[in-house]
């Protein structure tokens, strides 16, 4: 028999079972109290949180989970909990799960999930898992993270961000709208997007561009037009305010009429003005949304796409019409060249005729012993050397190295000169005319031989000013000049002439009497520069702007009139300065003007009386008026 235990021993073990409940009952209320602080960091975390239980069933959701997706906890508990989940991914979760390897328990996914109106949501889960002895999944807990808005908002942001840099990359509005478009059917998720704009002539609609998932539906939206009142885009253009509406109803005739004639049905859309600075030009349109309906964010896009393209919409149309404007400028320019060119063909030939029958009655009146014919013979010969100088001005701008008539004539004479030299000597009695009329021909008919030269520049225009001085010596017009350059250029001589002699005699017209020119050849850096500098009215701004344009006199029409070349205010023909500017594109030198007007002159229509010395009797500073031409030659390169 077992001995009985002593009463010492009954006593101890009553002492130990005591700590043991003791022992027992402290660590229950310790638990107690640790899911009671668990449970109410769930409730608190801001984060939706699922628990499942070792059978994969829901055992336990927080506020913020019901918050978010809307299902509350009697809803899924005791359930797998495929509600809130997708189809397609319902098997997601549990394949990756079975793909982790053993010893890892923690998993973070990028997927989606669906609340309980429907609205998929874009969240980041971080899946806790907890394993049994045979390292087997069994319950887990999943924290959720909504970051539909966040995702959306940096789509939108990249949309937004492609479409400005894109937008200046294209020319073409069609091209410019077609991308716009796709970013938008893209961005929101929608069947089409259209960008319509408004014919104000027809008030009317037409559709710039059309994407659209459907192909045929697409080309044939772009073939149609609609009245202003037969779209929600007339009441946008009208009011300016945007317009979303997320269903529309099917009794409606206005939506009858449009779905009928684009043969596709419009079940949701957003309308939203193209606004510029100074009307409505048109709408962008969104329709068929795939998921879920429009809301607020969705049409702040549209509205802020529609604001970065509205202004280039309209910069393209501007340059579309710049474009036809510059073609037809190209053609009427063509058409002018031509008509120049045949001006300064045509004229040739009178002209030529007319100075020789100056010539021949010059000879005839100077047998008769009255004289007072030499003044109408003198105005005739100057105004038939303007004309010559126009013909050549003009030949010099169009440069046109023949001619058919010299063509023309030297066969002529080829095949009939000895009738023709007989002819002449029956007539008038002379022989050896042929080579003076064929000279003659070369003269009129002949390009010129622009020939490339080194010139030393200070000897060129030192013997330039020697000849054209006793041409304006009845001016009192003081020349000073200093010549001096250490290198050749390399110029033709005859547009070289012209250069020099339209600049002095520019200069000496120009400077009232009394005044000085300045004339200067020196060394500059790389080239050598020719200085004309002159005491006259100088230029206003708008005529400084516009004088090496060709054919334009600073002086006003009414003032102007044609003297003699080198007296004050003498008339020109507006060409010389335009001929220099040609001339520096072909020869590669530079020329440009600075000029200040008198302050006694401020208008182009305000006369000078030609004389400083007038000037200097009347109140006031005296005439500050001056002009300089530069003209830069590059030094010849052995």
Request: charged letters at 30%; a positive charge; aromatic letters at 6%.
């Amino acid at each position: 028999m077992t001995a009985q235990p002593t009463y010492e021993e009954l006593e101890e073990r009553i002492r130990n079972l005591e700590k043991e409940a003791d022992l027992r009952l402290s660590l229950g209320e310790k638990d107690k109290t640790a899911r009671k602080n668990y449970n109410r960091f769930l409730k608190f975390l801001p984060y939706p949180v699922l628990i499942r239980d070792e059978k994969g069933l829901v055992s336990y959701l927080n506020p913020a989970f019901t918050h978010t997706f809307g299902w509350a906890l009697k809803e899924l508990k005791g359930k797998k909990g495929r509600q809130y989940i997708p189809g397609p991914l319902q098997e997601e979760l549990s394949q990756k799960i079975t793909g982790l390897p053993p010893k890892k328990n923690v998993l973070k996914l990028n997927s989606k999930r669906l609340t309980r109106e429907g609205k998929i949501l874009d969240v980041i889960m971080r899946v806790g898992i907890e394993r049994d002895e045979k390292n087997l999944p069994t319950s887990m807990i999943i924290v959720l993270r909504d970051v539909t808005m966040e995702r959306r908002i940096n789509r939108n942001r990249s949309a937004l961000n492609r479409i400005s840099q894109v937008l200046p990359q294209y020319t073409e509005l069609q091209k410019i709208m077609q991308y716009v478009s796709v970013e938008i059917k893209e961005l929101l998720g929608t069947e089409g997007a259209n960008v319509i704009l408004l014919d104000e002539g027809q008030k009317e609609f037409y559709f710039l561009s059309v994407v659209h998932d459907d192909p045929g539906t697409q080309e044939r939206i772009k073939k149609i037009r609609f009245p202003m009142d037969e779209l929600i885009a007339g009441q946008v253009v009208k009011t300016g305010n945007p317009v979303m509406m997320t269903s529309l109803p099917d009794n409606h005739t206005l939506h009858q009429n449009r779905d009928e004639k684009i043969g596709h049905k419009v079940k949701n859309v957003m309308v939203v003005p193209l606004l510029t600075k100074e009307r409505i030009i048109g709408v962008i349109t969104a329709d068929n949304k795939k998921e879920g309906e429009f809301d607020k964010t969705d049409l702040e896009i549209l509205n802020t796409i529609a604001a970065t393209v509205a202004l280039s919409i309209e910069n393209a149309g501007v340059s579309e019409e710049l474009k036809k404007a510059n073609e037809e400028l190209k053609g009427l320019n063509a058409a002018k060249d031509k008509m120049i060119s045949h001006l300064s063909h045509e004229l040739k030939t009178p002209v030529a005729i007319l100075l020789s029958s100056y010539k021949i009655l010059s000879k005839k009146l100077s047998l008769l012993p009255d004289k007072s014919w030499e003044s109408t013979l003198e105005r005739v010969n100057r105004n038939l050397d303007r004309i010559i100088g126009i013909e050549d001005e003009v030949f010099d701008i169009v440069e046109k190295k023949s001619f058919l008539h010299k063509n023309i004539f030297s066969l002529i004479f080829d095949q009939c000169e000895d009738t023709i030299e007989a002819l002449i000597a029956e007539e008038i009695g002379e022989k050896g005319v042929i080579p003076k009329i064929r000279k003659k021909l070369d003269d009129i008919f002949s390009s010129r031989d622009l020939v490339v030269q080194q010139v030393y520049l200070n000897q060129f225009v030192e013997d330039r000013v020697e000849k054209l001085s006793p041409l304006f010596a009845h001016r009192d017009v003081k020349a000073t000049v200093r010549l001096k350059s250490s290198a050749p250029i390399e110029m033709p001589l005859d547009p070289l002439r012209k250069i020099i002699d339209g600049l002095i005699r520019n200069a000496v017209e120009n400077t009232p009497d009394g005044g000085k020119i300045g004339i200067v050849v020196h060394d500059r850096g790389k080239g050598v520069e020719f200085l004309v500098q002159d005491q006259g009215v100088g230029l206003t701004r708008e005529a400084q702007k516009r004088i090496f344009e060709g054919f334009f006199t600073p002086q006003a029409t009414l003032n102007y009139s044609s003297k003699r070349p080198f007296d004050f205010g003498a008339g020109g023909k507006g060409a010389d300065l335009l001929r220099m500017k040609i001339f520096s594109e072909r020869h590669h030198f530079k020329i440009r003007m600075t000029s200040k007007r008198c302050w006694r002159l401020p208008n182009d229509a305000d006369i000078c009386h030609g004389s400083i010395q007038t000037c200097m009797g009347k109140i006031g500073p005296r005439c500050d008026g001056h002009t300089t031409v530069s003209v830069l030659f590059p030094f010849f390169e052995s």
